[in-house]
């Protein structure tokens, strides 16, 4: 009786451990289908990434990202509106599970955190007002530009404009863009895909010419899933090869827009 009951026990700690180790191993795709829901990180700091609509419901080119991936896993969609370091720091602390938020894939991100294909590519640009004065990236030295914290923006001043008065928002939209709107800076930095269309909309806006930068915008994931980013790899590649990554481009650039060239290979 008793080598049966140390043989029951035994099994029954097996089963345990096997149970815990299959939950383990199951990894977050299966984590996100047996919750039903998956937790996005999104930016709604403006048009045409992301923002709030006249209804105050989660609008843009990302948005609209997140809803297709959510629809592809077949489970409802939690959105944070994240910005700047949080997009990262969210990911690290399992608060999310995804982030689709106009975030570059660098290599210094790379060695937090994955980062799937890219899904867009922007370049930096400087928007500056109209009656400036300023031409070049030598001009913006003793002038205040408005950055995002903790953005590729920020780094680039800071390494090729040392000089330049740097005045930081955690969210460049909507914050920098009011800050230039009132004239309160004379210049921003942020992402072409941003500073193109704020300058369509603002008449005492104009961009200078040239790309700061080519980054590949991508989403992130956390570490120490490769079963789940390879998922998402071919989540991305799909919506570029299905051609509704041109659509949607063109649904929040314009029809005469042109879509930067991506690559679905994975």
Same mark, same amino acid.
Request: glycine share 10%; net charge negative; hydrophobic share 40%.
């Given at each position: ?29 299966? !984590?996100?289908?047996?919750?039903? =829901?998956?937790? =996005? ?38 959105? /944070?509106?994240?910005?700047? !370091?949080?997009? =990262? ?26 980062? /799937? ?8 640009? =400087? ?39 740097? *005045?930081? /928002? ?6 920098? *863009? ?46 120490? !899933? ?41």
């Amino acid at each position: 009786m008793r080598l049966k009951g140390f043989v029951l026990a035994g099994v029954m700690a097996l089963t345990a451990i096997a149970g815990s180790m299959s939950h383990a191993m199951a990894g977050k795709l299966e !984590d996100i289908k047996d919750r039903g =829901v998956i937790r =996005v990180g999104v930016s709604l700091g403006g048009e045409p990434i992301g923002f709030r609509d006249a209804e105050n419901n989660p609008a843009g080119y990302d948005v609209d990202l997140a809803k297709r991936l959510a629809e592809k896993l077949g489970v409802k969609i939690e959105y /944070t509106d994240v910005s700047g !370091d949080a997009r =990262v720091s969210m990911l690290l602390s399992d608060q999310l599970d995804a982030v689709i938020g106009n975030l570059s894939a660098t290599l210094e991100r790379a060695k937090s955190i994955d980062f /799937t294909i890219p899904y867009n590519r922007a370049g930096l640009r =400087v928007v500056v007002q109209k009656d400036s004065g300023i031409k070049s990236l030598d001009d913006l030295a003793g002038h205040k530009i408005v950055v995002g914290r903790g953005s590729t923006g920020e780094s680039f001043i800071k390494r090729r404009v040392p000089d330049a008065e740097m *005045v930081y /928002t955690d969210n460049f939209a909507p914050d920098g *863009v009011l800050l230039l709107k009132q004239r309160r800076v004379e210049a921003g930095i942020e992402d072409s895909s941003l500073v193109d269309y704020l300058a369509a909309q603002e008449d005492n806006l104009v961009t200078m010419k040239g790309l700061f930068s080519n980054d590949p915008i991508a989403i992130g994931v956390r570490k120490g !899933d490769p079963e789940f980013l390879r998922w998402m790899d071919m989540f991305v590649s799909d919506y570029i090869s299905s051609g509704d990554y041109e659509t949607s481009y063109k649904k929040w650039w314009g029809d005469d827009a042109n879509p930067p060239t991506l690559n679905p290979l994975w």
